[in-house]
């Protein structure tokens, strides 16, 4: 049973991850927290089912162009609502709660399009699982955690060999310091918003083919992330990930220890004690994103 318990934290805090790295670099140069982030997990798999079942194209094909839908809505809200807000100097209160808005409108959407009901994507037959040390895990879940370990190393990469990557950095360091080097710092965060948006689609895609989709399932995986980007730190990828393997185990041990109607009491409390105990840099906005 332990064993099981580990691997599904393992399972969850993949995911997690994939939200909370584009979070957390979004948090880092945009400078405030993208609720809405949680939306576009949630639409992911419902352009999957569109275009799959409405258009008749492969599995594959229907997820690479889900997760460029997610990309260009996440772009879109950038460009659209932030980028002007910005510009007319709109607070971080006022950028939250213009992304709680977004949020809320965008769920609404889906259930109006989709209904509220939970749906399966349908395109893979229920399975028993692989065997691995007395626990089950699914072609699914071995996914996810593929899928987030080569986006943990090519991410890692692509901040610290690429030009993108550098800049980024120095954005997240400092954007007017960043401007004044001659840094068009609204493409670079137009450009973190793709990439992070890309990764919640593919995410929220993945949990679909897994355990079905709700128009409401990004909430969750969002305060997830944002669990995770607190205790691990928004300056560090590494930090984000060991922020989601907490979160993770945190989770799936709560629920197995005290009961599943706890698992949420236990995992803020962690997060309590974290702020509480943990180090500085956890609650400080200066940080240094030059690590990996």
């Given at each position: 049973m332990a064993v099981q318990v580990i691997l599904n934290g393992l399972i969850a805090a993949s995911l997690t991850f994939l939200v909370a790295s584009g979070f957390a670099l979004i948090l880092r140069t945009a400078g405030f927290l993208h609720f809405s982030h949680g939306a576009v997990f949630a639409l992911g798999p419902y352009v999957t089912v569109v275009i799959a079942a409405g258009a008749g194209a492969p599995l594959v094909l229907a997820v690479a162009c889900a997760v460029a839908?997610?990309?260009?809505?996440?772009?879109?809200?950038?460009?659209?609502?932030?980028?002007?807000?910005?510009?007319?100097?709109?607070?971080?209160?006022?950028m939250v709660l213009a992304s709680f808005g977004l949020y809320i409108a965008l769920e609404n959407l889906i259930g109006l399009t989709f209904g509220v009901n939970v749906r399966t994507l349908g395109f893979t037959d229920m399975e028993p699982g692989i065997k691995l040390l007395g626990a089950r895990i699914t072609e699914m879940q071995l996914l996810s955690l593929g899928v987030a370990a080569v986006y943990g190393v090519g991410a890692a990469v692509l901040l610290h060999a690429t030009r993108i990557g550098k800049v980024v950095r120095a954005v997240g360091?400092?954007?007017?310091?960043?401007?004044?080097?001659?840094?068009?710092?609204?493409?670079?965060?137009?450009?973190?918003?793709a990439l992070g948006s890309a990764m919640a689609g593919l995410g929220g895609i993945i949990s679909a083919?897994?355990?079905?989709?709700?128009?409401?399932?990004g909430l969750k995986v969002v305060m997830l992330g944002l669990v995770a980007t607190v205790v691990g730190g928004a300056n560090r990828l590494s930090g984000v990930a060991l922020g989601s393997l907490l979160v993770g185990m945190t989770?799936?041990?709560?629920?197995?220890l005290v009961g599943s109607q706890w698992r949420d009491a236990v995992l803020f409390t962690f997060l309590l004690g974290v702020l509480l105990l943990g180090p500085?840099?956890?609650?400080?906005?200066?940080?240094?994103?030059?690590?990996v």
């Open positions: 839908v997610c990309a260009l809505v996440g772009c879109s809200m950038e460009f659209g609502v932030y980028r002007p807000l910005r510009r007319k100097g709109a607070t971080s209160l006022v360091i400092s954007g007017i310091l960043a401007e004044v080097c001659g840094v068009k710092t609204d493409r670079v965060i137009l450009t973190v918003f083919l897994d355990v079905g989709m709700t128009p409401g399932m989770d799936h041990m709560g629920a197995w500085r840099q956890a609650m400080t906005r200066r940080t240094d994103v030059a690590g």
